[in-house]
C-alpha cells in the first residue's frame, strides 16, 4: 500500500483548523462556566458614589457602537453598560450627574468596569439579570459561530458525513465517515 502525500497534509490542515475551532469555542464555554458560578450580586464588587460624568462612549471597529458610561468621585474607572440594541434612552433619563448610586461590577479593561447592575436611591435602573442575558446572547453566538467552524472543518477536510452520522444514530450504527476514501 502507498501512502498519499496529500493526505498527510490534509490530516495537518485538519488539525490546525480543529485547534483554530477550539481557541473560538474555548473561552466562550470557559466564560459561560465562570458567569455560572457566579450568578449572584452578593459575589461581586460594588461602589457607591456620586455620578460625575454621564455619556455615551464609542466601541466597536470603526467607532460605531456607543455603549452607555458613568463616572463616580473618587473613582478614575468608567462603568460601562453594553447592550444589544445600544438603547440606553432608559439610563438616561433616570441617571443625572450629583446623583447617588451604587453600581456593581467586574473588572474589565484599564479603567473601564463593566457594570452589572446600577441602583439609585434604593431602586434598581440597570438589572443584574439584564447583563446575563447579553451575557449569554454574545457566548451562544460565538458558540453557534465555533460549532459550524468545527462542522465545516471536518466535513472539507476530514471526510465527516453529517447525514451518515445522523442517518446511523437513527439505526444504532456507528457511521461517521462518507465511503470516499
Do not use: C
Request: net charge positive; aromatic share 12%; glycine share 10%.
Amino acid at each position: 500500500m502507498i501512502d498519499n502525500p496529500n493526505r498527510s497534509k490534509s490530516g495537518k490542515t485538519l488539525i490546525v483548523l480543529l485547534i483554530v475551532t477550539l481557541v473560538v469555542v474555548g473561552p466562550a464555554l470557559l466564560g459561560a462556566l465562570h458567569d455560572g458560578q457566579r450568578n449572584t450580586l452578593s459575589k461581586e464588587r460594588s461602589r457607591t458614589g456620586v455620578i460625575t460624568d454621564i455619556g455615551l462612549m464609542q466601541t466597536g471597529r470603526k467607532n460605531i457602537y456607543h455603549d452607555f458610561y458613568l463616572v463616580l468621585d473618587r473613582s478614575p474607572s468608567r462603568y460601562v453598560v453594553e447592550r444589544n440594541d445600544h438603547g440606553y434612552s432608559d439610563l438616561f433619563s433616570a441617571l443625572n450627574i450629583g446623583d447617588s448610586v451604587r453600581v456593581f461590577y467586574r473588572d474589565g479593561p484599564e479603567n473601564q468596569q463593566t457594570a452589572i447592575q446600577i441602583e439609585l436611591k434604593h431602586k434598581t435602573v440597570y438589572f443584574f439579570s439584564e447583563y446575563q442575558k447579553t451575557q449569554s446572547s454574545i457566548t451562544g453566538f460565538v458558540l453557534i459561530i465555533g460549532i459550524f467552524l468545527g462542522l465545516a472543518v471536518l466535513i472539507f477536510y476530514g471526510g465527516f458525513n453529517p447525514v451518515t452520522f445522523l442517518w446511523g444514530v437513527v439505526d444504532g450504527q456507528k457511521k461517521f465517515r462518507s465511503n470516499r476514501h
